[in-house]
C-alpha cells in the first residue's frame, strides 16, 4: 500500500526528499512516519506526522529533516538537508491504523564524505 522514492548518492551536506505514495487516502492514518536502518543497526524511527499535522523528531535529526503529507495526493515525504554521512540507510515509510503497521519497500540514501 506503500511505495517509497527518492532515494540516492548524495554528498554530505547535499539534500534529497523522499516520497512516499499510498494506494489508500492518507487521511486514515493514524500517524504517518520515516524510518531507517543502517547495516548493523536496529530500525529507528526519525520523523512522524499525525492526522493533525503535528510532526515530532529525534533530535539526531532535528533541524535538519522535514516531514509533510499531501492528503490531496495521498503522499508523504521527507526533505532531508545538511545531509551526514551517518544518515546513510535504508529508509522506509510506515503508516500506522488501529494498531497496525504498513511498510513501504525502503530506499537506499547514501551520504558520502
Known amino acids: 500500500q506503500l511505495q517509497a522514492s527518492g532515494g540516492g548518492l548524495v554528498q554530505t551536506g547535499g539534500s534529497l526528499r523522499l516520497s512516499c505514495a499510498a494506494s489508500?487516502?492518507?487521511?486514515?492514518?493514524?500517524?504517518l512516519g520515516w524510518y531507517r536502518q543502517a547495516p548493523g543497526n536496529q530500525r529507528e524511527l526519525v520523523a512522524w506526522?499525525?492526522?493533525?499535522?503535528?510532526?515530532n523528531y529525534p533530535d539526531s535529526v532535528k533541524g535538519r529533516f522535514t516531514i509533510s503529507r499531501d492528503n490531496a495526493k495521498n503522499t508523504m515525504y521527507l526533505q532531508m538537508n545538511s545531509l551526514k554521512p551517518e544518515d546513510t540507510a535504508v529508509y522506509y515509510c510506515n503508516a500506522l491504523k488501529g494498531g497496525s503497521y504498513y511498510w513501504g519497500q525502503g530506499t537506499l540514501v547514501t551520504v558520502s564524505s
Open positions: 506526522i499525525f492526522s493533525d499535522g503535528m510532526a
Open positions: 489508500v487516502n492518507i487521511i486514515t492514518f493514524n500517524r
